[in-house]
């Protein structure tokens, strides 16, 4: 079974500063990851992937994440914040296998930007 | 446009009364899914489908059928609907093993 854990439950930032939104998961096989932003009232849209190769990836926005293997990890980074990117993230695995296409959330980490 | 619809947005309704959520993509994708999200929960897979005619239980099944008759359209259907699945729920599409997922804008479901 794969599980994935978003330690912090509300992450409260100011504008212009840099954020850090953890993401650890637990998985036998080989998975895929994502970051997922939902925005108030809306659905969810992806903010960045990792499949395979370079273990720094950018996204859209601004936000970077790196796949740490050792440490299984994928945290979510962006230098500086804008009010714009308050939201709920999602850490999200996908598990590698010929069974199916089985997407494993967090339970969120909702980021407040303050002026 | 690529997009997952679904429908309703919004439905408030009575405990027993059978329902139908649908959605419905235009991107030709073989994978299909159903998501509930409860506040600290996240989301938690209810169905999915790996092409037409082929589904398969998530993790919280119980309660929930659907069927996939067309490669476009996934619907959602709870046949006796009790007050715990009052939630929000989502419809996902995806291309292929790997690929990530594109949501429909939800559906937010009260059961009285």
Redesign the interface.
């Given at each position: 079974a794969q599980s994935?854990t978003?330690l912090d439950?509300q992450v409260p930032v100011f504008e212009e500063a840099p954020v850090e939104l953890r993401c650890n998961y637990s998985s036998s096989v080989s998975v895929?990851l994502?970051w997922?932003v939902q925005y108030p009232n809306?659905?969810?849209?992806?903010l960045l992937?990792y499949?395979s190769g370079s273990t720094l990836v950018k996204g859209i926005n601004g936000f970077e994440a790196e796949f740490n293997k050792s440490q299984t990890s994928f945290h979510l980074r962006k230098p500086s914040v804008h009010i714009s990117d308050t939201a709920e993230y999602?850490c999200a695995v996908?598990r590698?296998t010929?069974g199916?296409?089985?997407?494993?959330?967090?339970?969120?980490t909702q980021l407040k930007v303050e002026l | 446009e690529a997009q997952v619809t679904q429908n309703p947005r919004y439905l408030i309704t009575v405990t027993g009364k059978k329902l139908t959520v649908t959605c419905s993509q235009n991107m030709n994708h073989e994978y299909m899914s159903w998501y509930r999200q409860d506040p600290g929960l996240g989301l938690r897979q209810i169905y999915y489908s790996m092409n037409v005619e082929v589904t398969d239980k998530g993790d919280v099944p119980e309660g929930y059928k659907v069927s996939r008759k067309e490669k476009r359209n996934f619907p959602l259907i709870l046949e006796s609907p009790s007050p715990n699945q009052t939630s929000l729920y989502f419809c996902a599409s995806a291309g292929g093993l790997g690929q990530p997922q594109h949501f429909g804008d939800g559906t937010r479901l009260s059961i009285l």
């Open positions: 994935v978003q439950s895929y994502f997922y809306q659905g969810l849209q992806l992937k499949l999602f996908l590698v010929g199916g296409n089985k997407l494993t959330f967090g339970t969120g | -």
